[in-house]
């Protein structure tokens, strides 16, 4: 049985646990620094075993060696945010927890693949790359597929069809910066813009950039966990179950759509060794320079951080 191990245990982490279970793809490690609540949570999701149909092991310790032999460690350890908060305004206090996380990481998963959550997406994805050394496919982060699991559903609520016969694509930033592919995101195999009019296309992307903050400034004291865990979820059963979907996910680029030195999101092949492949595909003008903008926004938070100094131990 594969191990995923879930670094913070709060509503997003929690929630991840008991996708992960119930959906027989591991057992389960929940890893948080508050005493008490990754092992009563751990207890609770066991509890569902002989009614949901699942029998993996889930166990909760605030002892970070328990991630020792993860195939898959999920970072969401950090703090979330709270009407009227950009993602960029999480940064520096994420950014020390998150530079912990990736230390235990270091020490007891040496050979596992990381999946970052914790916001900011982009710049805590290179800083978890940076800290690790490890390849480049072993470090991925997890903000595109919701993204785009959002576009979707706009996009089939518009259209009254059902929400499968969508396959979207969002890159870029996980941020107002994202960018919605307008050519690659497919309507029971027609592309968007043979569907939509242009107005219809505007008001669907401005709806999926403000889908965090909406739910945001509903439940007031934290941000979305159920679409985001259950994205973390369809990452680790792509790698798990070696699907190598193409999904979009953000990866240390090294030249991939003429970007370097940033992470960012980019369609990818996900399977067995975390990204097997950077997926290039073609952009309009206009596409390409709302991605160049987006990794502007992402190298902007990596120099807030002082990162850009922060040089590879060995070039991979
Ligand atoms: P929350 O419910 O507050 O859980 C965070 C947990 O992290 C808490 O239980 C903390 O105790 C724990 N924690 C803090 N420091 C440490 C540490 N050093 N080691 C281990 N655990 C620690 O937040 P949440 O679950 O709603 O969100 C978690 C993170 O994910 C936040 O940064 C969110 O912004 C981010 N998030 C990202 C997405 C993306 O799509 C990228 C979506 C939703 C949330």
């Not at 290179?126 to 903000?143: A, C, D, P, Q, S």
């Not at 970007?259 to 596409?287: D, F, N, Y």
């Amino acid at each position: 049985m594969a191990k995923v191990s879930i670094i913070g245990s709060g509503r997003v982490g929690s929630t991840t646990a008991l996708f992960v279970a119930q959906k027989g793809l591991a057992d389960v490690v929940l890893i948080d620094v508050v005493e008490g609540l990754p092992q009563g949570t751990a207890l609770d999701i066991g509890q569902t075993k002989s009614l949901e149909g699942f029998n993996v092991s889930i166990t909760g310790t605030n002892d970070f060696e328990a991630m020792n032999d993860s195939d898959i460690v999920v970072v969401t350890a950090g703090l979330a945010r709270k009407p009227g908060m950009t993602r960029s305004d999480l940064l520096e206090k994420n950014a020390a927890i998150v530079k912990s996380v990736a230390e235990g990481i270091l020490m007891y998963a040496p050979f596992s693949l990381v999946i970052v959550v914790t916001n900011p997406l982009d710049v805590m994805t290179y800083l978890v790359f940076k800290i690790l050394n490890f390849e480049k496919n072993r470090v991925i982060g997890m903000g595109g597929v919701l993204d785009s699991a959002r576009f979707a559903s706009f996009i089939s609520e518009k259209l009254k069809v059902a929400v499968e016969g969508v396959s979207p694509m969002v890159i870029g930033a996980h941020s107002d910066a994202m960018v919605p592919l307008k050519n690659h995101t497919k309507v029971l195999s027609k592309s968007l813009t043979e569907v939509l009019s242009s107005q219809e296309i505007e008001e669907v992307i401005t709806k999926t950039r403000q889908a965090g903050a909406e739910i945001v400034s509903y439940l007031k004291t934290g941000s979305a966990f159920y679409a985001p865990a259950a994205a973390i979820c369809h990452m680790v059963k792509s790698i798990l179950k070696d699907e190598k979907k193409v999904l979009p996910a953000c990866v240390y680029l090294n030249g991939e759509y003429d970007l370097k030195e940033v992470c960012l999101g980019v369609p990818v092949k996900l399977g067995r060794t975390g990204v097997e492949e950077i997926v290039e595909v073609s952009l309009s003008e206009e596409e390409k320079s709302a991605l160049v903008f987006s990794a502007e926004s992402v190298k902007k938070d990596i120099t807030t951080l002082n990162l850009t100094g922060c040089k590879l131990v060995k070039e991979r």
